[in-house]
């Protein structure tokens, strides 16, 4: 199924500390570098959300966008997580003309990765514009309310070792540990 996923920026504090990263790194540079580490830290989050496979850490608002509802009878599959709230589901109906599904016509499961939405039993998913290639647009929240320790340790590895290549002007390796700790919060999703 050809899905595009629309995500707003973080635009909250870093998931790791600046005072943590300096601290790793070893920094006495006062406030100097403070712009470029919190990029590096920006950067390892990012990182660790995709090589996770959708594991958002940093709470923000996303659209995925896609071709048809599935089936009537499938739910449709949320394509990162954990979803704490879906905001709206829309749609361009046969008119080309951009509605909203009532809340009422359809329920959400958002115990798990992936989460799920699907019609109410007596509903039907509404007919939907046959030539724009994704008419129906479901937006959510997704991320953690807590973060977990070794996730914040996965994002510090990952910066650090950033920080290091950048100052020997080498590439970026990235760490096992690193690899390792993506592994275990892998959703398998593979969407992002």
Known sequence: MNKSLQETEYDGDPIVSLDALKLRIGSNNGTAEDDDLLILLDTARKVFERTANGKIVATRTFT????????????????????????????????????????????SDLTGIPAYLWMLEGKEWPTLNAYRPRPVGITYTAGM???????????????????YANQSAEDVPIPDGFQRLCNQHNTGLGGF
């Open 64 to 107: 995925q966008w896609q071709p048809c509802w599935k089936s009537y009878f499938a739910p449709v599959r949320l394509e990162v997580g954990p979803v704490l709230s879906i905001t709206h589901v829309k749609y361009y109906d046969v008119d080309d003309v951009l509605q909203e599904v009532d809340t009422g016509d359809y329920a």
């Open 145 to 163: 309310a807590t973060v977990p320790n070794d996730i914040k340790q996965a994002i510090l590895l990952l910066a650090a070792s950033a920080y």
